[in-house]
């Protein structure tokens, strides 16, 4: 099997409801934070495929991110990263992606979470903060780092 790295980016802040939403400044700032604190933090500049979830807050929380961690790739809209598709169909995408570098995933909850647990073959995956990122290293958690403080955490996962 593959090495398979994939980063999962919640959106940030919005305001409004549904697929309309939009970021607010809190979370425009908030991902432009993170993705700086990781670019400084020795983020990988290998990153392959950018994943972004079918909705106006997912792609602006894509395209601040990427700007942040210097991202030039085009970033690709997977329907099946909305609420309610099961996470292997996304996942499925994801692994092949995979076999050309990192993959990020930007998403919103429950769909990230689920993916996650999906990725770890495990029942759960600690849900994500708005704007936080959590990575998983060779199919295995290994840290997650909030937008709020910038801190890097160990990725627990039961």
């Known amino acids: 099997m593959r090495r398979v790295d994939v980063y999962l980016v919640r959106v940030s802040v919005t305001e409004g409801t549904g697929v309309s939403a939009f970021l607010s400044a ?25 994943f972004v979830a079918p909705s106006i807050a ?8 990427a700007e942040r961690i210097d991202f ?30 990192p993959v990020i995933v930007v998403a919103d909850e429950p769909a990230l979470s ?28 290994a840290w997650y780092q909030r937008a709020e403080s910038g801190e890097r955490l160990p990725l627990l996962v039961a």
Do not use: C, Y
């Open 26 to 50: 809190t979370g425009r700032q908030m991902v432009r934070a993170v993705g700086t604190k990781l670019k400084n933090t020795g983020f990988p500049d290998d990153a392959a495929t950018l």
């Open 58 to 65: 997912a792609a602006q929380t894509a395209e601040l991110f």
């Open 72 to 101: 030039l790739g085009v970033p690709h809209v997977l329907p099946a990263l909305d609420g309610g598709v099961p996470p292997q169909v996304a996942g499925a995408a994801l692994l092949e992606a995979s076999a050309r570098g």
């Open 114 to 141: 689920a993916l996650g647990a999906w990725i770890v073959s495990r029942p759960t995956f600690p849900p994500l903060r708005p704007a936080q990122v959590s990575a998983v290293l060779g199919r295995k958690p």
